[in-house]
C-alpha cells in the first residue's frame, strides 16, 4: 500500500451482515485541516477536500480515493468521515480537534450520523510551535 492510499475508505461487503436491496446512501468526506499555535493556544481550520456520495449495499466493495495530495504535515492534518444522509452542517463538525493525536484517532462528532471517523495532526510540543500565524 503506497502512502497515498493510506488514506482512501473502503466500504462494502462484510459476510457478517445482512444485505439491503437497495443501496444505503453513504458520503465520505475528506477535509484539510490547518493548525495555528497562538500564545500556547492551539486553534484550527478546515476545509473540505472532497465529498463524495455512494451507495452500500453490503455485497460489494467501494473504494473512495482520498484527493491528490491530502495527508498530514507541518503545520496541517488531515480529517476523514464516513456518514448517513445530507452533507454535514457547521453545527455537527467536531468542537475540537487533538493535534497530539498524529497516530489517526477517531474524532468526536457532535451528531450520531458519523459512523466512522479518523484525523491525522501534526505531532506536538516543538513541531507544534512552528505554526504561528
Given at each position: 500500500?503506497?502512502?497515498?492510499?493510506?488514506?482512501?475508505i473502503v466500504l462494502?461487503?462484510?459476510?457478517?451482515?445482512?444485505?439491503?436491496?437497495?443501496?444505503?446512501?453513504?458520503?465520505?468526506?475528506?477535509?484539510?485541516?490547518?493548525?495555528?499555535?497562538?500564545?500556547?493556544?492551539?486553534?484550527?481550520?478546515?476545509?473540505s477536500a472532497q465529498?463524495?456520495?455512494?451507495?452500500?449495499?453490503?455485497?460489494?466493495?467501494?473504494?473512495?480515493?482520498?484527493?491528490?495530495?491530502?495527508?498530514?504535515?507541518?503545520?496541517?492534518?488531515?480529517?476523514?468521515?464516513?456518514?448517513?444522509?445530507?452533507?454535514?452542517?457547521?453545527?455537527?463538525?467536531?468542537?475540537?480537534?487533538?493535534?497530539?493525536?498524529?497516530?489517526?484517532?477517531?474524532?468526536?462528532f457532535t451528531t450520531?450520523?458519523?459512523?466512522?471517523?479518523?484525523?491525522?495532526?501534526?505531532?506536538?510540543?516543538?513541531?507544534?510551535?512552528?505554526?504561528?500565524?
Amino acid at each position: 500500500m503506497t502512502e497515498a492510499e493510506a488514506y482512501d475508505i473502503v466500504l462494502g461487503h462484510n459476510s457478517a451482515a445482512a444485505t439491503v436491496c437497495q443501496g444505503v446512501p453513504v458520503q465520505v468526506e475528506f477535509w484539510h485541516v490547518v493548525l495555528t499555535s497562538v500564545a500556547g493556544r492551539v486553534s484550527y481550520t478546515m476545509n473540505s477536500a472532497q465529498r463524495e456520495q455512494v451507495a452500500i449495499d453490503g455485497r460489494r466493495t467501494v473504494t473512495v480515493k482520498a484527493p491528490k495530495g491530502f495527508e498530514a504535515r507541518d503545520c496541517g492534518g488531515t480529517l476523514t468521515a464516513v456518514y448517513l444522509g445530507k452533507p454535514l452542517t457547521e453545527a455537527e463538525m467536531p468542537v475540537e480537534l487533538d493535534p497530539a493525536g498524529s497516530g489517526g484517532g477517531d474524532v468526536e462528532f457532535t451528531t450520531d450520523r458519523v459512523a466512522f471517523s479518523v484525523a491525522f495532526m501534526p505531532g506536538s510540543g516543538d513541531e507544534l510551535r512552528q505554526c504561528h500565524l
